[in-house]
């Protein structure tokens, strides 16, 4: 009896990965969770203990004891006096102070009335983790300049409505949606992605509508998107056309980086 019970999960279990993979609207299912650079940074960033000074995810500093300031955050609060570019933070991490910083006396004073100083990791991460804090921080911060118009303005959207809250940052994705198909909120980045919204036209629906008329049109996809617990809203109300061509060009400027 057990065994026939046994044989009879397993043949569903066949049946319904078989039907997720027919369905063209779920292949993106029958993978397994995608990862980037971002993401990776942020769990490295943990693993280091970077968070326990700059705070969860990077957002909110210690307060020094000493100097009375915080701790900078990555969130687009890091000033321009301590990071000036992606070499300035590969030198924080590496040796714990970039060589301009160094080279500065007035910097070198400030520096010796900090209670908490930024460690060296040379020897203690990887070139590749390095450049995976790197790549998390650069997205965090929202440092690195976007040349064309529509996609600047986008990222300012996208800031202002919060999106990476669910999204990721740097709209890396992977936050956990209970009773989703995958259990987390796809990001902008990867074949998820890419699956989801086939095209910029999908990719408008789902700003202006939170949903796509393909996936709507499938079963198993029309099931698991009403399951899940953190729907997409739409923001037909709170943004413009024009708004959306904003967002649409900036989530594509970051896929072409990639």
């Known amino acids: 009896m057990r065994r026939a019970r046994a044989w009879l999960g ?37 693993r280091a203990g970077c968070i326990s ?11 020094d004891p000493k100097s009375g300031e915080d701790v900078p955050t990555w969130d687009g609060g890091m000033p321009m ?13 590496l040796d714990g102070v970039s060589k301009r910083r160094a080279a500065s006396p007035t910097a070198t004073a400030a520096r010796e009335k900090e209670g908490i100083r930024m460690p060296a990791y040379r020897g203690f991460l990887s070139p590749s983790e390095v ?14 300049r976007i040349e064309d ?21 740097g709209g890396s994705g992977g936050l956990p949606n209970p009773g989703s ?53 739409s923001y037909r109300k709170a943004v413009s056309p024009e708004d959306t061509d904003a967002i649409v060009a900036y989530i594509r400027s970051l896929r072409k980086k990639q």
């Open 10 to 46: 397993a043949l569903l279990l066949f049946a319904v990965v078989a039907a997720i993979g027919a369905l063209p609207g779920l292949r993106i299912y029958w993978r397994w969770r995608e990862t980037n650079p971002i993401r990776s940074g942020l769990a490295v960033a943990e």
């Open 149 to 169: 118009a529509s996609a600047a303005r986008g990222r300012d959207l996208v800031v202002k409505f919060r999106c990476e809250s669910c999204h990721g940052v």
């Open 53 to 63: 000074c700059h705070g969860p995810h990077g957002t909110k500093g210690l307060p």
């Open 181 to 233: 198909l995958k259990g987390y909120i796809p990001g902008w980045l990867g074949p998820d992605f890419a699956e989801l919204a086939a095209d910029e036209t999908e990719l408008r629906s789902w700003v202006m509508d939170g949903g796509i008329e393909r996936l709507g049109r499938d079963p198993l996809a029309r099931f698991f998107l009403a399951r899940q617990r953190l729907q997409m809203p």
């Open 81 to 93: 006096m301590y990071v000036s570019g992606v070499e300035d933070v590969r030198e924080y991490i």
């Open 131 to 144: 450049e995976e804090v790197i790549a998390y921080f650069m997205a965090a911060s929202r440092s690195e």
